[in-house]
Structure formats: structure tokens, C-alpha cells
């Protein structure tokens, strides 16, 4: 069993948590994620590594409460145990020999590109953060960033926070002022990932694209995390979950990614009825 060391809300959707997982720590990279179950019978949910401390044996997730397992999830408090905690999964982000990169996040992404950012930073790359969200209410990890950026970015959809507008602005007007990154790493929406690509081609910048589709087993097995990168078949979870962006197919990812919205309702409602009865 795994214990939640901490929890913390980040914002009313946005959960993280702290996970003792020594054996799970003691191996985790940036860019690399762990499959979990919140009880024996529950679904199994990826979710990226947001940060680990070899020391204390713990690794940190953070959620988006979008479905019936995220529910379930949010439900447990500090104390409480889960049965499955797999890891590392995937292979981790390549960092070394950049000197100059943007990274991109957006929405609960960024929980995924802050530990990207803080390894570049580490080795002593030159870091450009944007990060976008859809509002201020639901803005995460600001401050995080601000200490691992030589430069930073914060746009709201709606223009409650930072400035108005996507990720892709700033990461425009950079490009057009002769700003030459090594790479830029984008983590969030599929699309947005899909324009910040389109917007680095046009500059000829390698950029990497960090995929989360759906997936169950996490070994290359089932399949169900396949993608189209360059016209060939590729697997998320051995294969990624990075690729190069330019070669992603966007739209197909985006259809496949639809497949179970209606399955994801019901279990979603249902799962909030049962809350609501062991409430009364």
C-alpha cells in the first residue's frame, strides 16, 4: 500500500498530492509518469511525475478531477493508502547539451512541464516559461516557475490574470524578435500543443510535444495509447510519451481522444450520486 504523505488543493479542479513510493522515487526523471489505482477494483489512471525526493522516498502527482477515478482520488486525505502506485513509467525528458529552451505549458500541463523547467535550470540552461490558462481562478505552480525561468509568461484566456490571450502570442512575438531556442518543450491540450507546433514550424524549431492518450496497461501491451509520429504506429507509454511535435498527428490524437467522453459522463454522474448518498 502506498500512503498520501500530503495533499493540497491547487485550485477548485486541480488536486496535489504526495505519494511514499521509496522504490518508485529512487528511479523517477522528468518526463517520466506512474500508473496508479485508487482501489482494487478501480481504473488505472496515468499521471505524469510532477516531482520526487529520493530522501524522504516520496513522489508528487498532481490531478485534474475531471472523471469517476480522479473523484475517487480527490476523496482520499492525508493518511489514507492506495493499492497501486507503478513506476517509472516512460521515458524521461532529454535534457542534456540544451543551453537555450522554451518550455510551454497549459492548464493542469504545467504540472508536467515544471519538473522539465526545473532540470533545465538545474544544468544551467537558459529557461523561457508560458505557461496559459483559461482564467485566474485556475492558475498553479506561478511561483514555481518564476524560480526556475530567466524569462516568464503567464496568459489567461480570458484576461483575469498576466496577459490576454494563448501561449502561442508570447511564443510568436519571441520567435519574430530573432529569439532562437535549442528546443521548445510544450506540455497541456492536445490543442494546444497542435498550434504551438504549428508555430515553431514556421521558425524551423525543433519542438517536443509530451502525450497523454488513453492508456491502460503502460508496457506497450494493449495499445491503447498508440499514436501516428512521421506516419508509423508509436506507443506513448514506451515510446514517449515525448515525440517530435512536427511529425504528431494532432487530429487523429484528438479523435481518439473523444472515444469514451460519453462512457467518462456516466461514470462521472454516477459516481457523484453514490457521493451524494453516503453524504445524506
Known amino acids: ?32 509518469f506512474i500508473i496508479l ?20 522516498g516520496t513522489v508528487t502527482i498532481i490531478f485534474q478531477i475531471v472523471g469517476a477515478g480522479t473523484q475517487m482520488l480527490n476523496a482520499k486525505n492525508e493518511g489514507d493508502c492506495i493499492p497501486d502506485f507503478v513506476g517509472p513509467l516512460g521515458k524521461p525528458t532529454h535534457t542534456e547539451g540544451l543551453k537555450k529552451v522554451c518550455v510551454v505549458g497549459g492548464g493542469v500541463g504545467c504540472a508536467i512541464a515544471l519538473p522539465v523547467a526545473k532540470a ?11 505557461i496559459g490558462f483559461r482564467n485566474q481562478d485556475l492558475v498553479i505552480l506561478e511561483e514555481e516557475f518564476k524560480a526556475c525561468s530567466t524569462d ?13 490571450g494563448n501561449v502561442c502570442v508570447p511564443l510568436k512575438e519571441l520567435l519574430e524578435k530573432g529569439e532562437r531556442f535549442d528546443e521548445v518543450i510544450t506540455i497541456g491540450p492536445l490543442i494546444m500543443m497542435k498550434f504551438v507546433c504549428a508555430t515553431t514550424k514556421e521558425y524551423g524549431v525543433k519542438t517536443i510535444a509530451s502525450m497523454n492518450p488513453i492508456m491502460i496497461d503502460g508496457t506497450g501491451m494493449c495499445g491503447g495509447c498508440r499514436l501516428t509520429v512521421g506516419g508509423e504506429m508509436k506507443f506513448a507509454c514506451v515510446d514517449g510519451p515525448e515525440f517530435d511535435g512536427h511529425l504528431i498527428d494532432f487530429d487523429e490524437a484528438m479523435s481518439r481522444s473523444r472515444a469514451y467522453v460519453d462512457f467518462e459522463t456516466r461514470e462521472r454522474e454516477t459516481n457523484c450520486n453514490l457521493f451524494k448518498k453516503e453524504v445524506q
Open 120 to 130: 533545465l535550470h538545474a544544468q544551467g540552461a537558459e529557461v523561457t516559461s508560458i
Open 152 to 164: 516568464f509568461h503567464i496568459m489567461t484566456d480570458d484576461g483575469s490574470y498576466g496577459r490576454q
Open 1 to 32: 500500500m502506498y500512503q498520501i504523505v500530503k495533499k493540497q488543493s491547487l485550485n477548485p479542479t486541480v488536486t496535489k498530492m504526495e505519494i511514499a513510493a521509496p522504490f518508485v522515487a529512487k528511479k523517477a526523471l522528468p518526463g517520466q
Open 37 to 56: 489505482r485508487v482501489d482494487e477494483e478501480g481504473e488505472r489512471i496515468p499521471l505524469t511525475i510532477a516531482d520526487y525526493d529520493r530522501e524522504r
